[in-house]
Structure formats: C-alpha cells, structure tokens
C-alpha cells in the first residue's frame, strides 16, 4: 500500500526499525508545528534561512493544506509521534520544477529518514508527470546535501552567495541519470536496511516460545525442544499456560510478562489467540514474530500484518513450520531432526511437508543449509527478503526456493538478477497444472501466475528453474559439489556403449553438446583403450577397461579444450569398481556421474582429498544431464554482460500521454482504440505500421487498390472484434483487380453485417516471415512482451515471453529463443537488417507498454520481417483506467 494513494505505507529506516510514511492531512497540524518548534536555533536557520519562531506555523500550515494537483506533502511517522515531513510544491503555473523540501527531528538524522521521504516524493512525483525537483540549501547545510548526494539523482549545482541552487531531474525524465542508476541505490539502501530488520528473526539474540504445553508432540512443545537441544546459546523463554518447567527453559504465564529484551518470538497457540498474542508481543517490545496457525482468514491475516506494522515487528508466516540458522545453532522449526550446517540457504512457501523433505535430502547429501524460513502464507518476510538476506551471508552459496506467488515480481526479478550474478538461484517451477494453480492460490490468495510469464521471469533473472522437487535437489547436489561450467559442450565418457548412447540423449534433451573430441585427445585414447573403443565423443571405454584407465580417460577428456564438462557414466562389471575413480580424477572441468547400478537418486562422492570438490553421482544419465544443463545455462547467462534499457530516439511521450489521456476521457471504462489513433500512438514511439487507407463502399475499395498498383488485403473494421485474423474471417489476402476488391468487400459486409465499421485495403507485403508481437497487462508482474510465429490467437506453444522493459540483451534473446529465429533474416550468413528491425521494434514496443500502464493489450500480427527491415501490417491497442505503479519503491507489503 503506497502513501501515493493518500494511505499509509510501511517503510525500513537505515537500523531496520519499521516506520510509517503517510500524506499529511490537516488535523496533522499541531503534531507538525511541534516538530519544527522543536529545532535548535541551529537546524532552524539551515532549514528556513531564519530563526524566527514563526516559521514552524508558516510550515505547519503549508504541510498541512488539503491536497491539491500542484503540492504534495508526506509524514514520517514512528511509535506514533511525527518525526519528520516532506513537501514538493510546483511553481505558480504549475508548470516546471517542483520545489522539494524536507525536516527531520534533531534526534533522528543519519537513520535515513529524509532520504526515504526524498524516495516516497520523487515516486508521488513521477506518477503525476513531473520531470524536475530544484531545491535551495545552504552551503553549510551539509546533512541535507548528503542526502541529495546519495539519492542516485543526478544534481545540477550552482552556489551564489552561501545558497546552493539544487536542480535534480527525476528518474525516467529529461536529463537524468537514468532508471537504471536511481534503483540501484534505492535497491542498495533496500538491503541494508532489509537485512538489520530481519537480523531480529534470522539471528535473534533471544527467543520466547509462545504456547509451549506440556502435551508432548504439541507444535509449539516440539519447536522449544528443538532449539533446546539444538544448542542454541542465547536466552529462550517460553510463555503460556500450563508451560511451567519445560526442558528447564524460563517459564512466564504469558507474552506480556517476558522478562529482558526478546528480539523473536514464535507464536504457537490456535487461530484464535493469535491476535491478542501478537498485540502483546507488540507491546512489550518484541522484535519479529514466527507464527505457525494455519486457516487464518484474510481479514484476520490483515489485522495481524497491521499490529506487526505498528509495533516494527517483522513477521514470519502465518502457516510457518519456523526458522532456523545453523551458524548460531538456531533450530526454531517442528523438523524431526536438527539440520546440517551448510552452504543452502532455503525459504519455503509451503506448509511443514516440503521443507522437511528438502531439509531431510539436503542433510544427506551433505550440502546442509545455512538459514531456512519457512515463509508459510508470506505476508511479510517474502522470498525477496531472503533474497538480500543471503546476499550479504558470506555462509550462503546457493539459494533455494519454493514459490507459490510472487507478491512484487519486479522487485523480486531485479533482486534476483542482482543476487544470482554471485550466488546461484534454484526454484521449483510449482504450479504447472490446473489443480495445483487452484491449491496454490488458495494459499497465496493472489492471482495464479501464468507459465509463459513464470518463464519469462526464470530467464530474465538467470534463475534455475526445476520441473520437480528431484530436478531441484539434482541440480542442487551438482552445483553445491562442483563449478559452475563455461559453456554447454560436454564430453561423455562411459565404460558401456548403451551407457554412451543414453548420456549422448540425455544431453542433447538438457540442450547441451556432445563434444567432438581434438585429434590430440583422440590419439591419447587410442593409445590407452582397446581396439573396439570408440574415441571420438561419446568415449566408450569398453567393458573391459579397468578403474586405472577409466580414471585417465576422465582426465584426458576434461583436459580437452572442446569440453565444459564431463558426464561420466558407469556400471560394475568384472574389471572393477569404478566409482572411486569418479571422485579420484583430477578435472580442469566440472564432472557429473551416472553411477546406473547406485540404488540411491543421487549421492555426493567425496573428493580425492578435503580441498577437491566432491563429485555429484546420479541413478540415471537423464538426471545427470539435466543437472549439467541447469548449470551450463546459469554459467551461460552469468558470464553475459548484463543488458540495459536502451535510450530510444525519436520518441515523443507526451503526445502519447496526451492520446491516452485523451481517449480514456471520452471512454472512462476504456476500450480499442480506433485505428487513426492506434496509427498515432505507435508513430510516437516509432512503431513503423504499414500504410492503408479506410473505406466504407465497395467502389472505395476498388479505387483504393487500383491506386495501389498492385494486388491488396482488405480487412474488416469491426470494434469488437478482439483480434483480426484470417481464421476468424475477417481478412482477405491477394486480391487482385477491381473485380475480386468488389467481390470481397461484398463478402465482409455480408460477414458481420452490422458490425462492419468499415473495410480497411492495403497493400500486400510480399516475402520476408511473418511474427507476432504482443502485449499483455498481468496483474502483478506488469507488461509481459510475447513474440513468436504469426498464427492462431490461442497457440503460444511457440511463442516466448519477457517481461518490460526490455534490455537490448532480452530483445536479442527473445528473438532466439522462439521456434521461428532459424527462418529470421539475419542469420548467420544473410543480412541483418531484418533481425535488427525487429529488436528495434521489440525495444519500442516495450517502452511503449511501460511508460503507459493504461495499455492493457497490444497486438502486432502479423509483423513482416524482411532482409530490409519489419514493418507491422496490423494492429490493435486496447486502454483501460491506471493508476501508475511505482515496483522499486521503498515500502513493506
């Protein structure tokens, strides 16, 4: 919830302490003036040139007006006193600069207060289209200039007379440093503050046990239990009726008598004492809470989030099983036994039965986990969080998730772009079918989130999408053991042929690359292996080969400058036992093995000493490839340059502010936009649209199409007609002279009778290979781009998607990531024109979605992509009522 809407937002100071940002309203009045008269004399002259006293009503009272189209003024608000305050006024016009100013309790600079209010007013700001913010501040007002410095804006400075005159154009308008700067120093004042706020869940000092009975197996019983005997050194309480005594734990009668400082508390009492709990927590100055209730329902999840805000509590769950951080031995969970200390961090949106499955296998395999949050119904601590909080864990070298929803999925894309450059990020693709959308909605309660738009935001980000809980712990257990690969080329060594066969498959089903061996590497082979071995790739040692020379085959082959890695797959027979050998090669390159005789899905072998990684052993050669494609993709997209959102020109965007506006004036629910005004919408972003000409007779077409010189299409105006496709009937293609135009604007008028606005004749575009671009409005995660293959509206199968906007780097990997980029002009050997056009298109028509949020649909079908550029031959654009969103503010949910 945004101050922007004249609500109330949540934000974190830079110690993590949770504080409120709201508009100011004119009851605020007092609490205003108080805040000023309460300057010294000192901060009083840096803020108004003045000590006079008169100044903090004159102040008070400019805050406090009521709202208007030209000012703007937001509170800080923490432990409800006011605590600091932020205007913009515009210039007497209304037009120009924005003049911005802010104060701040004497008591509270340098915890980031005036800088989170500067964030809240530029983003206010930006969504009512102000380009520019001037500010004038004393020279020796340095706090101030700090703050602006630090911002992520781009000042223009000029100094007369001790007063600096500050100019900062906004993010996204004329002259500024760009989006892209901006959020990243908003991103990084994000993490530091994230990261101290949930310090008090992750890394408590101090934990109480709220519903800890006596009756054994009792969740809250089986919780305190664990972080007892898990060796968790800091003070535990437990709280609750009946908990006298407990495993030798201090014992009070209730939250609101906890003893000391408690930084978390877990709240394991039915439903519906879960409230009144929390109020207690709150108040007695508790720091986060766990909650393990399940079946709460919306109204009452909400008024738990609301005490939590007002106390500054953070908040795990509903519906969490606990947390756990093995470097302070902290096991807070209902787990059957304490995990293994290790390099996973893991966050679950799931009840106890998935995370207890995963803690099980991760502690097998020895990978363990460094923290876990079992993020339950996640209406705070979110998988984003833990994003950052595994960020700045030196302990953390995989992070792996368990979604259902994305509460902020642009957010959570760029956190996890950033995160995944250092750390690898796995995810379970969760939710591919009918039932299991329905199930996890039940538990997100959001919106069900698309697969094409899941995917868009796996590849974007570089994360690691797995099928299935197996492929997840597959992929895990290889890149938890060995490096992450350069490339995809893979060098498969087996010591039976049907075992070379099936690893040769397997690969090319993960999308990597048998690897051609070099002539160097081939003649080594010969020399060592038998006769009827096979060198080239896959390396079919023989059966007869023994655990010595299978060893120096491994050695040879990764040692081959074609190999990223090597898949090695192996089964017992009477030469010997060649798993040892597996772990004993010492490879310039990662290996993974298909051990096909192991009874288990997949183990760690231990390395050929304790500074060797270990080597990751499978049950089945598909397992191992896929696990080597996952990681082999992940290498791939790490060692790509990260892309950005190019500076387009030849775009006028306030022509196209100006169209919108003006369309959804005239129809407030929204609608198609005509085709004159969809022709001008596009133009402003340089959309190139094929030229046609409307008519409304029969002759008017034939005039038309004689005009054009050669053979037309004529396609039918109809407004509510969603998407124009020859399926529906609804276009005529390579219609030669008068006679055929007559005859086929007859054959439309007869078509949709009524209906038929008009009839639209253009000329036909010949050659070249006809896409699609389109564009929808998801709820959550904003403009999704769709291109693939012209065809019917209801097949997406070759379709691919991404997210706006869109870097140059997704334009490029867009277009090959669809069925269609073979058959693209500018391949390999053939010009480029085409292909460019096309990414030039893909790049305009995302910024087009992303500047105006009113687009709820757009769709270029077919665009023809020809050796001498793209040209769209069709298109509709549909509008509805938006209120900008600002993803990358600085707010809690």
């Not at 902290?330 to 039965?353: E, I, N």
């Not at 496709?725 to 949709?752: C, I, N, P, W, Y």
């Not at 980029?821 to 053939?830: I, M, N, Q, V, Y």
Request: with cysteine; charged share 20%; proline share 6%.
């Amino acid at each position: 919830m945004s101050a922007q809407a004249g609500r109330s937002a949540y934000a974190l100071l830079t110690d993590g302490t949770t504080i409120e940002i709201r508009a100011a309203r004119p009851e605020d009045f007092a609490a205003v003036r108080e805040l000023h008269a309460k300057m010294s004399p000192d901060n009083r002259y840096l803020r108004f040139f003045s000590m006079s006293p008169a100044a903090a009503e004159q102040e008070a009272r400019r805050v406090c007006r009521e709202p208007g189209p030209d000012h703007a003024a937001l509170l800080a608000v923490l432990d409800g006193d006011v605590v600091g305050c932020g205007a913009w006024e515009l210039a007497g016009d209304g037009s120009g600069p924005a003049e911005v100013a802010m104060t701040v309790a004497d008591d509270l600079h340098n915890r980031g207060i005036g800088t989170l209010l500067l964030e809240h007013l530029i983003s206010l700001a930006r969504g009512r289209d102000i380009r520019t913010f001037v500010a004038e501040t004393l020279s020796e007002n340095t706090l101030m200039l700090q703050v602006f410095a630090n911002a992520g804006l781009r000042a223009r400075r000029t100094l007369e007379d001790g007063v600096y005159d500050l100019r900062f154009p906004l993010p996204g308008g004329d002259g500024d440093a760009g989006l892209d700067t901006y959020w990243d120093a908003v991103a990084e004042r994000e993490r530091s503050a994230d990261v101290a706020s949930l310090a008090h869940a992750l890394a408590p000092g101090s934990v109480a046990i709220i519903g800890a009975g006596r009756r054994s197996g009792s969740v809250g019983r089986a919780i305190l239990g664990n972080i007892v005997t898990g060796g968790f050194s800091g003070a535990v309480y437990a709280a609750g009726p009946g908990a006298s005594g407990l495993d030798g734990v201090r014992w009070v009668p209730s939250a609101a008598e906890l003893p000391g400082q408690v930084d978390l508390a877990v709240i394991a009492v039915p439903a519906p004492a879960v409230l009144g709990v929390a109020e207690d927590c709150g108040r007695r100055g508790i720091k986060a809470l766990a909650v393990t209730a399940s079946g709460l329902d919306r109204s009452t999840r909400a008024e738990l989030l609301g005490i939590c805000r007002r106390h500054g509590m953070r908040l795990v769950g509903p519906a969490s099983f606990g947390v756990a951080n093995t470097a302070i031995a902290l096991d807070a969970t209902f787990a059957a036994r304490h995990p293994r200390p290790g390099m996973a961090g893991l966050a679950l949106q799931s009840t106890g039965g998935t995370g207890f499955v995963l803690l099980e296998h991760l502690s097998r395999l020895g990978v363990g986990i460094s923290t876990l949050v079992s993020l339950g119904d996640k209406d705070d601590v979110s998988g984003t969080d833990m994003l950052l909080w595994w960020e700045s864990d030196p302990t953390t070298k995989l992070a792996v998730l368990y979604l259902e929803s994305f509460g902020n999925p642009r957010k959570f894309a760029r956190t996890a772009r950033a995160v995944g450059r250092a750390t690898p990020v796995l995810i379970v693709n969760a939710g591919q079918s009918v039932p299991s959308l329905r199930q996890a909605a039940i538990r997100a309660a959001a919106q069900a989130t698309p697969q094409l738009t899941r995917q868009a935001l796996f590849a974007q980000t570089g994360m690691i999408a797995t099928a299935n809980l197996g492929e997840l712990l597959d992929a895990t257990a290889l890149l938890a053991s060995q490096p992450v690969p350069a490339g995809r080329g893979i060098g498969v060594v087996s010591n039976t042929r049907g075992g070379g066969v099936l690893g040769a498959d397997a690969c090319g089903d993960a999308g990597l690359q048998v690897a051609t061996l070099s002539e160097g590497t081939q003649r080594a082979l010969r020399d060592l292996l038998p006769p009827a071995a096979t060198v080239a790739g896959p390396v079919d040692t023989t059966a007869v080969a023994g655990p010595g020379t299978f060893r120096q085959c491994l050695e040879l082959v990764g040692a081959d400058p074609r190999v990223d890695a090597v898949l090695a797959l192996t089964a017992t027979t009477a030469a010997g036992d060649l798993v040892p050998e597996l772990s004993g090669a010492r490879l310039p390159v990662p290996i993974a093995a298909a051990v096909m005789d192991q009874l288990e899905a997949v183990r760690l072998l231990p390395g050929p000493d304790g500074d060797s990684p270990a080597v990751p052993a499978y049950a089945y050669p598909e397992s191992a490839a896929r696990a080597l494609g996952h990681a082999a993709r992940y290498g791939l997209w790490r060692a790509t340059a990260p892309g950005t959102v190019p500076d387009l020109e030849g775009l006028d965007q306030d022509r196209a502010r100006e169209l919108t506006a003006g369309f959804l004036a005239g129809n407030p629910v929204g609608g198609w936009l005509p085709r004159e005004q969809t022709a001008l919408l596009l133009g402003c972003y340089g959309v190139p649209l094929a030229g046609s000409i409307a008519v409304t007779t029969a002759d008017a077409a034939a005039a038309a199409a004689a005009r054009s010189g050669g053979p037309v299409a004529l396609k039918a105006d109809v407004p509510d007609l969603v998407v124009r496709r020859k399926g529906a009937g609804a276009v005529l293609l390579d219609l030669h002279g008068t006679d055929e135009v007559r005859r086929g604007f007859g054959s439309l008028a007869e078509a949709f009778g009524d209906r038929l606005a008009g009839v639209i004749v253009q000329p036909m575009i010949t050659g070249g290979v006809e896409v699609t671009i389109t564009v929808l409005e998801e709820q959550l995660f904003g403009p999704v781009v769709l291109f693939g293959l012209a065809g019917p509206a209801d097949v997406l199968a070759g379709r691919a998607a991404r997210l706006a906007p869109l870097t140059g780097a997704d334009a490029d990997d867009l277009i090959r990531s669809v069925p269609a980029s073979p058959l693209l002009p500018g391949r390999p050997g053939a010009p480029a024109a085409g292909r460019a056009a096309l990414r030039d298109m893909l790049l305009r028509v995302s910024q087009l979605a992303d500047d105006l949020p009113q687009i709820t649909e757009l769709d270029l079908s077919p665009v023809i992509a020809r050796r001498d550029g793209a040209l769209a031959a069709d298109a509709r654009i549909r509008l509805q009522p938006a209120r900008p969103a600002d993803a990358y503010l600085r707010q809690l949910r």
